[in-house]
């Protein structure tokens, strides 16, 4: 085997050639570069950077119509409560008033009632008034020509009945 020999080279060292030449290139290259990468590379950006200000400003406005709307429904739900509060107030002022006449119809019609019963009453008791007269009249009579035992005129018995039924009055 054959021992190969490296000459040992420095790691870092500097060729003034090739230095010129490499710094040309990198200038140029940088030159080259900035036209035609980095100018439109800014240009897309500054699009994407205006884009996201645009969509920022999107959602600011949006969120401000969601406030406006959000303030609009609570107007509305607070006008709803409102509207439904009358309209029970209504309702049970609709219904005591119905209760009230269902009550004062009830009442009058009892008092009616009560009315036709105490006539009805009257007329019955002055019915049966008028048959004990009735009743009374000819047992008086019966009586009467018994004990006189004779007949007496009509307008004597009219004046016995007429006595006898003061005196039961009376009694």
Request: a negative charge; glycine letters at 2%.
């Given at each position: 085997?054959?021992?190969?020999i490296?000459?040992?080279t420095?790691f870092?060292?500097?060729?003034y050639?090739?230095?010129?030449?490499?710094l040309?290139?990198?200038?140029?290259?940088?030159?080259?570069?900035?036209?035609?990468?980095?100018?439109?590379?800014?240009?897309?950006?500054?699009?994407r950077?205006?884009?996201?200000?645009?969509?920022?400003a999107?959602?600011?406005?949006a969120e401000g119509?969601a406030k406006?709307?959000?303030?609009?429904y609570?107007?509305r739900?607070?006008?709803?409560?409102e509207?439904s509060?009358?309209i029970?107030q209504?309702?049970?002022?609709?219904a005591?008033?119905?209760?009230?006449?269902i009550i004062?119809?009830?009442k009058?019609?009892?008092k009616?009632?009560?009315?036709?019963?105490n006539?009805e009453?009257?007329?019955e008791?002055?019915?049966?008034?008028?048959?004990?007269?009735?009743?009374i009249t000819?047992?008086?009579?019966?009586?009467?020509?018994?004990?006189?035992?004779?007949?007496?005129?009509?307008?004597?018995?009219?004046?016995?009945?007429?006595e006898?039924?003061?005196?039961?009055?009376e009694?």
């Amino acid at each position: 085997m054959a021992n190969i020999i490296l000459a040992e080279t420095p790691f870092f060292s500097i060729d003034y050639e090739t230095i010129i030449p490499v710094l040309c290139n990198t200038i140029i290259l940088f030159l080259i570069l900035k036209h035609f990468l980095f100018k439109p590379v800014n240009r897309v950006l500054d699009a994407r950077k205006q884009e996201v200000e645009d969509v920022y400003a999107n959602a600011h406005e949006a969120e401000g119509n969601a406030k406006k709307l959000e303030a609009e429904y609570s107007a509305r739900m607070a006008g709803v409560k409102e509207e439904s509060a009358k309209i029970l107030q209504t309702a049970t002022a609709r219904a005591n008033t119905r209760s009230d006449e269902i009550i004062s119809d009830a009442k009058n019609q009892a008092k009616s009632i009560i009315s036709r019963a105490n006539e009805e009453i009257e007329t019955e008791k002055k019915r049966a008034v008028n048959e004990i007269k009735t009743e009374i009249t000819g047992i008086v009579f019966n009586v009467a020509e018994k004990v006189v035992n004779k007949n007496i005129s009509s307008a004597d018995n009219e004046k016995f009945i007429e006595e006898f039924i003061d005196n039961v009055g009376e009694l």
